[in-house]
Structures are given as structure tokens and as C-alpha cells.
């Protein structure tokens, strides 16, 4: 049972390249949401999706954009990246909002 | 502004011992508290939650300590294992209505055997 599968699992990027993070879960969650984890920071909600079709800003949300391209596949773009942006970024999956939330094992990401 | 505040940064705990990690909130509407697992090179697990309606939670060794008039909850673990050393974060959230989770800055647990 794969849960949530985010891929790529390590990326390095030049300033100014874009890049896409695809995750996708295999539990038919309604929700999904997009984490950047930084030292001393914790996790911060980048954005999320409610269900299919909706997308909202979270905490942290300039610099990237969303695509709930359906109820499986939640992707985050970087059209400019930025060294700001470099970071760890988790996909997580919910049944619902509020609901116990699944984490994927992470994107690293270098931007240089 | 940090909606969840997390102590300590780091803990280093001798096998068999007790760990305790405490977190702090300030929205009285949050009403739910989950606290997260992450091991190096993975993502985030829960490990345990509790409602405000009870004022602790056990889970085998882990327990949850929950004090709503200081807006405070705790995990402890009790006989503390090698096999526990991960980076723990508390969060919190609202159930109902826009309800993101709000993660505390985590604790990096070293348990030495």
C-alpha cells in the first residue's frame, strides 16, 4: 500500500528554473495539502485542497502555485525558483479536512 | 506569529528514561491536538491526538497531558528507547469550518542507550 507517493525524492535547481512536485495518494482522501519543513520552522502549509477542484492559500503561499489535477494528483509548482526555496516540501493527504492527516516522504529540494 | 510554540528545540534522554516535550497555544478554538512522528529521511506520522475534552491520553508509553485553562499539552514518553529517537511536532488545529493543522517547531529526541 503505497499511501502518498511524492515524487522527485531529491532535486537541484539553478535560480530562476521552474520545477513541478507531483504527489499522488491511493486512499481517495478528499484532501491534500503542501508542506515546506525548514530548520527550527516546523511544517508550514504552503496550500491545500479541500477536495477536488478547490485549492487554498496556506501560511506560506508566495512563490508557488497549485493543481488539483484531479482526486488523486495534487502538484506544486515553482515558476521562478528562488534559493529562499530551498527546503524540504511534504505532500500530505486527508479522508476530509480536520481528518488525521498522511504525510509522503519528501521532496528535497537545493535551489542554487 | 508562531500559533504553536514548541519546547525544547532538543532532548537528549538516557534509555529508559522519561521524555517530555511541551507546546503552548494561543487560539481557543483549536480542538484538536495531534502530535507527529518523523524519522530521518521520512515524512511525518501521527502518533497520538487528544480533544480538550479529556486531560490525557495514553498510548502504550506515550501520554498525552492536555491542561486547557493554561492552553498547554505535553507528551511524555516513558521508558524511553533508542528506537524513539526522531523529531517529534506538536499541532493543533480547529475540526470544524477552515481548520489548517498549525505545527509547533518540533524536538529532535536523542534516547542514548
Known amino acids: 500500500n503505497a499511501g502518498v507517493t511524492q515524487t522527485p525524492k531529491f532535486q537541484v535547481l539553478k535560480t530562476g528554473q521552474s520545477m513541478t512536485l507531483q504527489c499522488a495518494q491511493d486512499?481517495?482522501?478528499?484532501?491534500m495539502y503542501w508542506y515546506r519543513q525548514d530548520p527550527g520552522m516546523g511544517l508550514r502549509l504552503i496550500y491545500y485542497?479541500?477536495?477536488?477542484?478547490?485549492?487554498d492559500k496556506g501560511e506560506v503561499p508566495n512563490g508557488y502555485n497549485v493543481s488539483r489535477l484531479n482526486k488523486r494528483e495534487f502538484s506544486l509548482r515553482l515558476e521562478s525558483a528562488a534559493p529562499s526555496q530551498t527546503s524540504v516540501y511534504f505532500c500530505?493527504?486527508?479522508?476530509?479536512?480536520?481528518?488525521?492527516?498522511?504525510f509522503g516522504a519528501g521532496t528535497r529540494l537545493s535551489v542554487l | 506569529q508562531q500559533q504553536v510554540k514548541q519546547s525544547p528545540q532538543s532532548l537528549i534522554v538516557q534509555k529508559g528514561g522519561i521524555s517530555i516535550i511541551n507546546c503552548a497555544y494561543e487560539n481557543t478554538a483549536f480542538d484538536y491536538f495531534p502530535w507527529y512522528q518523523q524519522f530521518p529521511g521520512k515524512g511525518p506520522a501521527l502518533l497520538i491526538a487528544?480533544?480538550?475534552?479529556?486531560s490525557e491520553k495514553k498510548e502504550g508509553r506515550f501520554t498525552i497531558s492536555f491542561n486547557k485553562s493554561a492552553k498547554q499539552f505535553s507528551l511524555h514518553i516513558m521508558d524511553s528507547q533508542p528506537g524513539d529517537s526522531a523529531t517529534y511536532f506538536c499541532a493543533a488545529s480547529k475540526q470544524t469550518g477552515a481548520n489548517n493543522l498549525f505545527f509547533g517547531t518540533g524536538t529532535r529526541l536523542t534516547v542514548i542507550p
Open positions: 485542497s479541500a477536495s477536488e477542484g478547490t485549492t
Open positions: 500530505a493527504s486527508s479522508e476530509r479536512l480536520g481528518n488525521i492527516q498522511y
Open positions: 487528544i480533544r480538550p475534552d479529556v
Open positions: 486512499m481517495n482522501h478528499n484532501s
